[in-house]
Protein backbone atom coordinates (compact mmCIF):
# COMPACT_ATOMS: atom_id res chain seq x y z
CA UNK A 1 0.00 0.00 0.00
CA UNK A 2 1.60 3.19 -1.50
CA UNK A 3 1.87 6.15 1.38
CA UNK A 4 3.28 9.25 1.12
CA UNK A 5 5.96 10.61 3.27
CA UNK A 6 3.65 13.32 4.14
CA UNK A 7 1.08 10.94 5.43
CA UNK A 8 3.58 8.88 6.95
CA UNK A 9 5.04 11.44 8.97
CA UNK A 10 1.51 12.28 10.61
CA UNK A 11 0.38 11.83 14.03
CA UNK A 12 -2.83 10.20 13.07
CA UNK A 13 -1.15 8.14 10.65
CA UNK A 14 -0.04 5.94 13.94
CA UNK A 15 -2.60 6.71 15.76
CA UNK A 16 -5.56 4.47 13.49
CA UNK A 17 -4.34 1.12 13.85
CA UNK A 18 -5.14 1.01 17.04
CA UNK A 19 -8.99 1.75 16.69
CA UNK A 20 -9.69 -0.02 13.10
CA UNK A 21 -11.33 -3.19 13.27
CA UNK A 22 -12.50 -5.66 11.10
CA UNK A 23 -15.99 -5.02 9.25
CA UNK A 24 -17.01 -8.47 9.58
CA UNK A 25 -16.02 -9.58 12.91
CA UNK A 26 -14.83 -6.83 14.45
CA UNK A 27 -11.40 -8.50 15.38
CA UNK A 28 -8.52 -5.75 15.44
CA UNK A 29 -6.71 -5.63 12.19
CA UNK A 30 -3.13 -6.29 11.68
CA UNK A 31 -0.74 -3.83 8.85
CA UNK A 32 0.31 -5.31 5.93
CA UNK A 33 2.59 -3.60 2.53
CA UNK A 34 -0.78 -4.37 1.09
CA UNK A 35 -3.36 -3.33 3.32
CA UNK A 36 -5.16 -4.22 6.40
CA UNK A 37 -6.05 -8.23 7.32
CA UNK A 38 -8.08 -9.60 10.12
CA UNK A 39 -6.18 -10.89 13.09
CA UNK A 40 -8.93 -13.32 13.74
CA UNK A 41 -10.92 -14.13 10.33
CA UNK A 42 -7.61 -13.26 7.87
CA UNK A 43 -9.93 -11.21 5.52
CA UNK A 44 -7.73 -8.72 3.78
CA UNK A 45 -8.36 -5.32 2.87
CA UNK A 46 -6.50 -4.18 0.49
CA UNK A 47 -5.07 -1.04 -0.07
CA UNK A 48 -5.70 0.51 -4.09
CA UNK A 49 -4.40 3.84 -4.96
CA UNK A 50 -2.74 4.77 -1.84
CA UNK A 51 -6.15 4.12 0.02
CA UNK A 52 -7.41 1.49 2.42
CA UNK A 53 -10.69 -0.27 0.79
CA UNK A 54 -13.24 -1.76 3.62
CA UNK A 55 -16.11 -2.35 0.72
CA UNK A 56 -15.62 -4.03 -3.15
CA UNK A 57 -17.84 -1.57 -4.74
CA UNK A 58 -19.34 2.15 -4.77
CA UNK A 59 -23.13 -0.05 -4.75
CA UNK A 60 -25.75 2.85 -4.62
CA UNK A 61 -23.35 5.88 -4.72
CA UNK A 62 -21.35 5.64 -8.04
CA UNK A 63 -23.26 8.84 -8.81
CA UNK A 64 -21.12 10.55 -5.71
CA UNK A 65 -17.73 9.04 -6.91
CA UNK A 66 -18.33 10.48 -10.34
CA UNK A 67 -19.85 14.28 -9.32
CA UNK A 68 -16.98 14.61 -6.76
CA UNK A 69 -14.21 13.40 -9.17
CA UNK A 70 -15.40 16.13 -11.85
CA UNK A 71 -15.81 19.12 -9.22
CA UNK A 72 -13.28 18.42 -7.22
CA UNK A 73 -12.19 21.26 -6.21
CA UNK A 74 -15.60 23.53 -6.65
CA UNK A 75 -16.87 23.66 -3.17
CA UNK A 76 -13.10 23.94 -1.30
CA UNK A 77 -12.78 27.44 0.09
CA UNK A 78 -9.75 29.32 -1.71
CA UNK A 79 -8.46 32.74 -2.15
CA UNK A 80 -10.31 34.39 0.87
CA UNK A 81 -13.22 32.47 -0.11
CA UNK A 82 -15.12 31.45 3.36
CA UNK A 83 -18.33 30.43 2.00
CA UNK A 84 -17.70 26.35 2.61
CA UNK A 85 -16.97 26.97 6.37
CA UNK A 86 -19.72 29.69 6.93
CA UNK A 87 -22.09 26.73 5.88
CA UNK A 88 -20.36 23.99 8.48
CA UNK A 89 -20.97 26.65 10.98
CA UNK A 90 -24.43 27.13 10.09
CA UNK A 91 -25.08 23.33 10.16
CA UNK A 92 -22.89 22.34 12.95
CA UNK A 93 -22.71 25.38 15.46
CA UNK A 94 -18.96 23.97 16.00
CA UNK A 95 -16.44 26.76 17.08
CA UNK A 96 -12.77 26.47 16.44
CA UNK A 97 -12.03 26.25 19.70
CA UNK A 98 -14.33 22.68 19.88
CA UNK A 99 -12.68 20.45 17.15
CA UNK A 100 -9.11 22.04 17.87
CA UNK A 101 -6.80 18.64 18.79
CA UNK A 102 -10.06 15.94 18.28
CA UNK A 103 -10.00 13.15 16.74
CA UNK A 104 -13.15 13.35 14.24
CA UNK A 105 -14.73 11.27 12.38
CA UNK A 106 -16.32 12.64 9.50
CA UNK A 107 -19.15 10.37 7.62
CA UNK A 108 -19.56 10.84 3.98
CA UNK A 109 -16.59 12.94 3.39
CA UNK A 110 -17.20 13.23 -0.34
CA UNK A 111 -14.09 15.35 -1.89
CA UNK A 112 -13.26 16.54 1.69
CA UNK A 113 -15.10 19.94 1.55
CA UNK A 114 -15.82 20.13 5.25
CA UNK A 115 -12.94 17.83 6.24
CA UNK A 116 -10.89 20.91 5.13
CA UNK A 117 -12.24 23.11 7.53
CA UNK A 118 -11.65 20.82 9.95
CA UNK A 119 -8.28 19.92 9.85
CA UNK A 120 -7.83 24.06 9.11
CA UNK A 121 -9.36 24.21 12.61
CA UNK A 122 -6.85 21.66 13.72
CA UNK A 123 -9.02 18.33 13.76
CA UNK A 124 -7.61 15.21 12.81
CA UNK A 125 -10.01 13.62 10.81
CA UNK A 126 -10.65 10.21 9.57
CA UNK A 127 -13.86 10.65 6.52
CA UNK A 128 -14.92 7.66 5.18
CA UNK A 129 -17.00 7.62 2.04
CA UNK A 130 -18.78 4.70 0.32
CA UNK A 131 -18.21 5.96 -3.01
CA UNK A 132 -14.61 6.67 -4.60
CA UNK A 133 -15.09 10.12 -3.99
CA UNK A 134 -12.99 9.78 -0.78
CA UNK A 135 -9.47 9.42 -3.03
CA UNK A 136 -10.33 13.01 -4.71
CA UNK A 137 -10.56 13.88 -0.68
CA UNK A 138 -7.43 12.32 -0.06
CA UNK A 139 -5.70 14.13 -2.81
CA UNK A 140 -7.18 17.62 -2.08
CA UNK A 141 -5.91 17.12 1.57
CA UNK A 142 -2.52 15.60 1.47
CA UNK A 143 -0.41 16.73 4.29
CA UNK A 144 -3.35 17.63 6.09
CA UNK A 145 -4.03 15.62 9.27
CA UNK A 146 -6.39 13.45 7.09
CA UNK A 147 -6.57 10.17 6.47
CA UNK A 148 -9.59 8.49 3.86
CA UNK A 149 -11.58 5.26 3.49
CA UNK A 150 -13.49 4.11 1.09
CA UNK A 151 -15.97 2.55 4.04
CA UNK A 152 -19.34 0.96 4.40
CA UNK A 153 -21.44 3.56 7.22
CA UNK A 154 -23.69 0.55 8.12
CA UNK A 155 -20.77 -1.65 8.70
CA UNK A 156 -17.93 0.81 9.90
CA UNK A 157 -14.26 -0.38 10.74
CA UNK A 158 -13.46 0.90 14.01
CA UNK A 159 -14.06 0.33 17.74
CA UNK A 160 -16.58 1.32 19.65
CA UNK A 161 -15.89 4.72 21.36
CA UNK A 162 -13.15 5.48 19.49
CA UNK A 163 -13.66 9.44 18.51
CA UNK A 164 -14.52 12.71 20.38
CA UNK A 165 -16.77 14.12 17.68
CA UNK A 166 -18.79 13.00 14.69
CA UNK A 167 -19.88 15.02 11.85
CA UNK A 168 -22.34 13.68 8.49
CA UNK A 169 -23.82 16.51 6.43
CA UNK A 170 -25.99 16.09 3.68
CA UNK A 171 -25.24 12.39 3.48
CA UNK A 172 -27.47 9.94 5.84
CA UNK A 173 -30.90 10.97 3.92
CA UNK A 174 -28.82 9.40 0.90
CA UNK A 175 -28.99 6.09 2.31
CA UNK A 176 -31.44 3.30 1.59
CA UNK A 177 -32.60 3.88 5.79
CA UNK A 178 -31.64 6.90 6.87
CA UNK A 179 -33.04 6.54 10.58
CA UNK A 180 -30.63 2.67 10.38
CA UNK A 181 -27.26 5.05 9.48
CA UNK A 182 -27.86 7.60 12.01
CA UNK A 183 -28.12 5.14 15.24
CA UNK A 184 -25.32 3.60 13.98
CA UNK A 185 -22.73 6.28 15.02
CA UNK A 186 -23.58 7.32 18.63
CA UNK A 187 -21.64 4.16 19.54
CA UNK A 188 -18.35 5.41 17.82
CA UNK A 189 -18.21 8.44 19.86
CA UNK A 190 -16.43 8.62 22.72
CA UNK A 191 -18.22 9.37 26.55
CA UNK A 192 -18.97 13.26 26.11
CA UNK A 193 -18.38 13.19 21.99
CA UNK A 194 -20.36 15.10 20.23
CA UNK A 195 -22.27 13.84 17.02
CA UNK A 196 -24.10 17.19 14.78
CA UNK A 197 -25.98 16.08 11.39
CA UNK A 198 -27.67 18.04 8.46
CA UNK A 199 -30.59 16.31 6.86
CA UNK A 200 -32.84 18.03 4.23
CA UNK A 201 -35.88 18.98 5.17
CA UNK A 202 -39.22 18.05 4.92
CA UNK A 203 -41.03 21.09 5.50
CA UNK A 204 -40.19 22.42 2.34
CA UNK A 205 -42.36 21.60 -0.21
CA UNK A 206 -40.70 22.61 -3.90
CA UNK A 207 -39.02 19.02 -3.36
CA UNK A 208 -42.23 17.09 -4.81
CA UNK A 209 -41.92 17.79 -8.09
CA UNK A 210 -38.19 16.76 -8.29
CA UNK A 211 -38.90 13.70 -6.17
CA UNK A 212 -41.23 12.54 -9.00
CA UNK A 213 -38.45 13.10 -11.81
CA UNK A 214 -35.64 11.55 -9.68
CA UNK A 215 -37.32 8.65 -10.15
CA UNK A 216 -36.52 8.29 -14.35
CA UNK A 217 -33.34 10.42 -13.40
CA UNK A 218 -31.56 8.32 -10.89
CA UNK A 219 -32.29 5.50 -13.33
CA UNK A 220 -29.98 7.49 -16.06
CA UNK A 221 -26.44 6.82 -16.41
CA UNK A 222 -24.70 9.62 -14.58
CA UNK A 223 -22.72 10.93 -17.62
CA UNK A 224 -25.96 10.88 -19.65
CA UNK A 225 -27.72 12.97 -16.79
CA UNK A 226 -24.97 15.28 -16.45
CA UNK A 227 -24.92 16.05 -19.68
CA UNK A 228 -28.53 16.67 -20.16
CA UNK A 229 -28.31 18.89 -16.99
CA UNK A 230 -25.69 21.23 -18.93
CA UNK A 231 -28.60 21.73 -21.53
CA UNK A 232 -31.91 22.16 -19.79
CA UNK A 233 -30.29 23.89 -16.24
CA UNK A 234 -29.20 27.34 -17.33
CA UNK A 235 -32.00 28.57 -19.58
CA UNK A 236 -34.24 27.54 -16.60
CA UNK A 237 -32.08 29.62 -14.23
CA UNK A 238 -32.28 32.44 -16.51
CA UNK A 239 -35.58 32.22 -16.95
CA UNK A 240 -36.28 32.10 -13.27
CA UNK A 241 -33.81 34.88 -12.46
CA UNK A 242 -35.79 37.11 -15.27
CA UNK A 243 -38.81 36.54 -13.96
CA UNK A 244 -38.06 37.50 -10.69
CA UNK A 245 -36.90 41.34 -12.09
CA UNK A 246 -40.63 41.18 -13.66
CA UNK A 247 -42.99 43.83 -11.38
CA UNK A 248 -46.12 42.35 -10.22
CA UNK A 249 -46.62 39.01 -11.17
CA UNK A 250 -43.26 38.00 -12.05
CA UNK A 251 -41.78 36.98 -8.60
CA UNK A 252 -45.15 34.27 -8.78
CA UNK A 253 -44.33 33.23 -11.76
CA UNK A 254 -40.72 32.91 -10.88
CA UNK A 255 -41.52 30.77 -8.24
CA UNK A 256 -43.79 28.72 -9.96
CA UNK A 257 -40.79 28.04 -12.41
CA UNK A 258 -38.32 27.36 -9.27
CA UNK A 259 -41.10 24.40 -8.00
CA UNK A 260 -41.84 22.66 -10.80
CA UNK A 261 -38.68 23.00 -12.70
CA UNK A 262 -35.98 23.22 -9.66
CA UNK A 263 -32.41 23.74 -10.25
CA UNK A 264 -29.85 25.70 -8.18
CA UNK A 265 -29.89 29.45 -7.46
CA UNK A 266 -26.44 29.53 -6.83
CA UNK A 267 -24.66 32.63 -8.57
CA UNK A 268 -21.89 30.61 -9.58
CA UNK A 269 -22.35 28.24 -12.87
CA UNK A 270 -20.02 25.31 -11.39
CA UNK A 271 -21.48 24.95 -7.88
CA UNK A 272 -25.12 25.60 -9.46
CA UNK A 273 -24.88 22.69 -11.63
CA UNK A 274 -23.00 20.62 -9.36
CA UNK A 275 -25.96 21.02 -6.77
CA UNK A 276 -28.61 20.67 -9.27
CA UNK A 277 -26.49 17.22 -10.76
CA UNK A 278 -26.33 16.17 -6.54
CA UNK A 279 -29.78 16.53 -6.53
CA UNK A 280 -31.33 14.82 -9.65
CA UNK A 281 -28.60 12.00 -9.19
CA UNK A 282 -29.07 9.70 -5.99
CA UNK A 283 -30.99 6.92 -5.72
CA UNK A 284 -32.21 7.66 -2.02
CA UNK A 285 -32.94 10.56 -0.87
CA UNK A 286 -35.36 11.09 2.58
CA UNK A 287 -36.25 14.27 3.61
CA UNK A 288 -37.18 14.68 7.73
CA UNK A 289 -39.26 16.30 10.66
CA UNK A 290 -37.19 18.04 13.78
CA UNK A 291 -39.92 16.11 15.89
CA UNK A 292 -38.84 12.64 13.80
CA UNK A 293 -34.96 13.49 14.49
CA UNK A 294 -35.41 14.61 17.68
CA UNK A 295 -36.32 11.17 18.86
CA UNK A 296 -33.36 9.48 17.10
CA UNK A 297 -31.22 11.24 19.33
CA UNK A 298 -33.33 10.58 22.35
CA UNK A 299 -33.31 6.95 21.86
CA UNK A 300 -29.77 6.47 21.42
CA UNK A 301 -29.24 8.60 25.09
CA UNK A 302 -27.65 11.55 23.65
CA UNK A 303 -28.01 14.77 25.64
CA UNK A 304 -28.07 18.64 25.26
CA UNK A 305 -29.77 18.42 21.72
CA UNK A 306 -29.57 21.39 20.18
CA UNK A 307 -30.38 22.82 16.27
CA UNK A 308 -28.21 25.08 14.70
CA UNK A 309 -28.90 27.81 11.91
CA UNK A 310 -30.08 26.16 9.58
CA UNK A 311 -32.81 23.23 8.67
CA UNK A 312 -32.62 20.73 9.20
CA UNK A 313 -29.12 20.45 11.66
CA UNK A 314 -29.43 18.75 14.86
CA UNK A 315 -26.59 18.25 17.30
CA UNK A 316 -26.45 16.31 20.71
CA UNK A 317 -23.90 15.20 23.21
CA UNK A 318 -23.13 11.29 24.69
CA UNK A 319 -23.52 11.24 28.34
CA UNK A 320 -20.52 10.43 30.45
CA UNK A 321 -22.37 7.87 32.19
CA UNK A 322 -24.83 5.33 30.77
CA UNK A 323 -28.54 5.85 32.32
CA UNK A 324 -28.48 9.72 32.16
CA UNK A 325 -31.57 10.56 30.84
CA UNK A 326 -31.83 12.89 27.44
CA UNK A 327 -32.17 16.75 27.55
CA UNK A 328 -32.85 19.64 25.20
CA UNK A 329 -31.46 22.94 24.98
CA UNK A 330 -33.57 25.54 21.70
Known amino acids: MQVTREQILLP???ELPEILRCTACKAELREESDGYRCTACARLFPGVRGLVRFVEAQSYTESFGYQWGHYSETQLDRNGRDLSENDFIAKTNFTREELNGKLVLDVGCGMGRFAEIATRW?????????????EVAASNLTAREFVGYQADLFHLPFAPESFDVIYSIGVLHHTPDCEKAFKILPQYLKPGGKL????????????RFSDQYRKITHRMSIRRLHGFLRVVAPPLYYL???????????????SFVHNVFPVSRHPE????MLDTLDWYSP????????E?????????????????HVPLAIRGRKPFCEGAGPSRMW
Not at 196 to 207: D, G, H, Q
Not at 269 to 272: A, I, K, L, S
Not at 283 to 290: A, E, L, P, V
Request: proline share 4%; aromatic share 14%; hydrophobic share 40%.
Open 12 to 14: LAT
Open 122 to 134: GARVVGIDLSTAV
Open 196 to 207: AIWLYSAYNKWY
Open 240 to 254: DKGLRTVPGIGRPLA
Open 269 to 272: PQTR
Open 283 to 290: KYQSKHTY
Open 292 to 308: EVFRWFESCGLQDLTVA
